[in-house]
């Protein structure tokens, strides 16, 4: 049977899953997204990434049809008719199809798009030995200019980013922000371990908040590790004991290069090996 995709009330084959050339999430980028897991059969934090949704969506005064209730029961049954269990899952909201001019408010209908598929996942390899990243020179979005909070269906300039990794041989690319500070990666948050702590740049370092990082670190407050929010640059990476990406499809994946110098002694460290144990058994647990 044909995958089946959710466009806006209906489901249909993925096939004839579209929609029209006039939408302004085409044309212009103009909508919001998010990216699930579910394990199990159980969508992995499902509230917190509505909530993200309804945000992102707020930020753009784009207004989603029907509630996080009736979004929360199309995913289940979206999963539920493709059969999968342990899926990604891709809501995406465009501002619906309107003229060619850029005004949103002549586009009628924001379309909803629910696919689910089999998740794509990097090389056990990596979870193994840990990843190498190298430092983009495209930079975050300004946050005046776009902000990294709303995940729009803009991504061009982490997309120019991931190619600049893909360039240089690697799968995931850091990403600075516009005072030179570290960032995130083009699709995964980034933290460091220095002295036994925790790091990771703040949400106004001009970030996605991430919903695997929120989750890494209630994980690492629960297990006693101490945590901070704090801006750092490459220097701290250059010289900390450890380093780790989180994301909803990559989880928790170690960092053991970046720009081919090696971090910490080069394997992955004790607490991101504790925190990768943590997450899956949190991740079985609640699925
Ligand atoms: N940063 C960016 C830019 C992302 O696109 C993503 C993935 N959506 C993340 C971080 C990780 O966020 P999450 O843990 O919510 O998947």
């Known amino acids: 049977?044909?995958?089946?995709?959710?466009?806006?009330?209906?489901?249909?084959?993925?096939?004839?899953?579209?929609?029209?050339?006039?939408?302004?999430?085409?044309?212009?980028?103009?909508?919001?997204?998010?990216?699930?897991?579910?394990?199990?059969?159980?969508?992995?934090?499902?509230?917190?990434?509505?909530?993200?949704?309804?945000?992102?969506?707020?930020?753009?005064?784009?207004?989603?049809?029907?509630?996080?209730?009736?979004?929360?029961?199309?995913?289940?049954?979206?999963?539920?008719?493709?059969?999968?269990?342990?899926?990604?899952?891709?809501?995406?909201?465009?501002?619906?199809?309107?003229?060619?001019?850029?005004?949103?408010?002549r586009c009628c209908n924001p379309e909803v798009i629910i696919i689910t598929d089999k998740i794509a996942l990097y090389p056990q390899e990596y979870y193994e030995k840990g990843l190498e990243l190298i430092t983009a020179a495209t930079i975050r979005n300004h946050p005046a200019a776009l902000s990294p909070r709303i995940k729009s269906l803009n991504y061009l300039n982490n997309i120019l980013a991931k190619m600049e990794g893909a360039r240089a041989g690697c799968v995931e690319a850091l990403m600075l922000n516009h005072k030179g500070e570290v960032a995130e990666c083009t699709g995964d948050n980034i933290f460091i371990v220095r002295r036994g702590s925790l790091l990771t740049p703040p949400i106004d370092a001009g970030i996605l908040e991430g919903i695997t990082r929120n989750v890494v670190l209630e994980l690492a407050r629960q297990q006693a590790i101490p945590v901070a929010e704090i801006a750092f640059t490459r220097h701290d990476i250059f010289i900390a004991q450890e380093c780790f990406l989180t994301g909803s499809a990559a989880e928790v994946i170690p960092v053991v290069k970046l720009d081919d110098r090696m971090i910490g002694d080069g394997v992955p460290g004790p607490i991101t090996l504790r925190l990768i144990k943590a997450f899956a058994a949190l991740v079985h647990s609640t699925g």
């Open 1 to 105: 049977m044909a995958l089946q995709v959710y466009i806006s009330g209906n489901w249909v084959d993925r096939e004839d899953a579209k929609i029209s050339v006039f939408d302004h999430g085409l044309l212009y980028g103009d909508g919001v997204f998010e990216g699930m897991r579910s394990y199990s059969g159980k969508v992995f934090q499902l509230q917190e990434h509505l909530d993200r949704l309804w945000e992102s969506a707020r930020a753009i005064q784009l207004q989603i049809p029907g509630s996080k209730e009736e979004m929360a029961t199309a995913v289940k049954e979206t999963l539920r008719r493709n059969d999968l269990a342990d899926a990604y899952v891709r809501l995406v909201v465009t501002r619906g199809s309107g003229t060619l001019g850029l005004d949103p408010n």
